[in-house]
């Protein structure tokens, strides 16, 4: 079975093909630019393998139709492509950001499931309507080829009205569904699954904390195979400190510097949402290595956010062990998760009181999969690569096989 995953954003549109017999890739690639004057295809065979082949096609792509045209053309390429007829392709998987309270799990996408995005525009402005039109396109371009959506938000409907209502007026929970759904759902369940399987243990007797750390990072509670907390909230906005996104604050302080500096609720939100994190912080930059670069050379603004980071992550990790009453595993994944081994040090530094402990010298490695626990420690650290692709692809087989 070979399944296609698509990851539509509003001028660009990821893609991968798995083949489902051993969860090999085929191919993966990006269309970026759409809509713009020049637009940009990035093309792998075989990637992460010795016989990966890069194909770079440069043209305009005025909607995502021609730039997933393009990409069909590519697959069925006479000598470079992957499959010799689109009739290969079981299914079509999609990361959908939003899906409410509707969406609990993946699902068939009918008319019934798009009228469900689209009633989550609100709640998911910039992705929502981009991942419906995916979904568009692929029904355009694989005419009689099942659709199956995999929310974000999906992951969260597990949560208990303690953990999800805020407290607000209880109204404005009736009318208007506010409440804490979260995000990042297919990475929290893809690397706890693994977790699980490193440890050789049934995720059902399980109590693991995942750390999805990245430019978008978000911390879950895991007990039981289930997410009883996380740190995202209603939109991206919430939890720990992000590239650009300042996460968990005062809501006071929006009100004292919109009547300081005359600002409406939509420049205050590009504050909030692309202008602070440690960008705003360090006022170096949003990329964890670039405040590496900085905060060695001297700069204490780098240094700053970076401990703010640190400070904010640890502070979860505490709050969860303490929900779900204790902790069998911490698990780091995503941009800064798997590639920084000082940041993921300095994480669980002080945390040995809870039996969490890291071997430093395992631990210096960056982008694979290891358990990194020190010797003697009761909870296990490990480093897991998300692949949420994978999660959508293995999602979308078990949906279409019934």
């Avoid at 990966?52 to 492509?81: A, Y």
């Avoid at 709050?319 to 204790?326: E, S």
């Avoid at 994978?390 to 999602?395: E, K």
């Amino acid at each position: 079975m070979k399944i296609l995953v698509i990851n539509a954003g509003s001028s660009s549109c990821k893609y991968q093909l798995f083949n489902m017999d051993d969860q090999s890739v085929l191919c993966s690639g990006v269309v970026e630019r759409i809509g713009q004057p020049m637009g940009k295809l990035s093309h792998k065979i075989a990637p992460g393998t010795d016989k990966e082949e890069k194909i770079v096609v440069e043209r305009p792509f005025p909607t995502h139709v021609e730039g997933m045209e393009d990409v069909i053309s590519l697959l069925l390429d006479s000598e470079k492509g992957v499959i010799q007829d689109k009739s290969e392709i079981s299914a079509i998987g999609h990361r959908v950001l939003h899906g409410g309270e509707a969406i609990t799990d993946p699902v068939l996408i009918d008319e019934k499931v798009k009228e469900i995005i689209r009633d989550c525009f609100p709640l998911g402005p910039l992705h929502n309507p981009a991942n419906l039109m995916g979904i568009d396109v692929a029904e355009k371009l694989f005419p009689g080829v099942p659709n199956v959506g995999v929310f974000d938000t999906e992951f969260g409907m597990t949560l208990a009205p303690e953990a999800y209502l805020y407290p607000l007026p209880y109204s404005l929970y009736e009318e208007l569904r506010i409440r804490r759904y979260g995000f990042h759902g297919t990475s929290h369940r893809f690397v706890s699954a693994r977790a699980a399987a490193m440890l050789g243990k049934d995720i059902a007797d399980l109590k693991i904390i995942t750390c999805h750390l990245g430019n978008g990072s978000s911390v879950a509670a895991i007990k039981g195979g289930k997410c009883i907390d996380t740190s995202m909230g209603l939109t991206p906005l919430a939890g720990l400190p992000m590239g650009t996104r300042a996460g968990d604050m005062d809501a006071g302080v929006m009100e004292f510097i919109m009547n300081k500096y005359n600002l409406d609720i939509n420049q205050m939100m590009t504050i909030l949402n692309k202008k602070s994190g440690v960008l705003g912080i360090s006022e170096v930059s949003s990329d964890f290595r670039d405040l590496d670069t900085a905060a060695e050379a001297g700069n204490q603004q780098a240094q700053l956010a970076k401990d703010v980071f640190v400070y904010d992550v640890k502070k979860y990790i505490g709050a969860y062990a303490a929900a779900m009453g204790g902790v069998d595993a911490v698990v780091f994944t995503a941009g800064v998760g798997e590639n920084s081994a000082s940041l993921r040090a300095e994480m669980v530094d002080g945390l040995e009181y809870m039996g969490i402990k890291m071997d430093l010298a395992k631990n210096d490695f960056r982008g694979e999969e290891r358990d990194v626990t020190a010797e003697g420690a009761t909870v296990k650290v490990l480093v897991i690569p998300t692949n949420e692709e994978l999660m959508i692809a293995m999602d979308t087989a078990e949906i279409v096989k019934g």
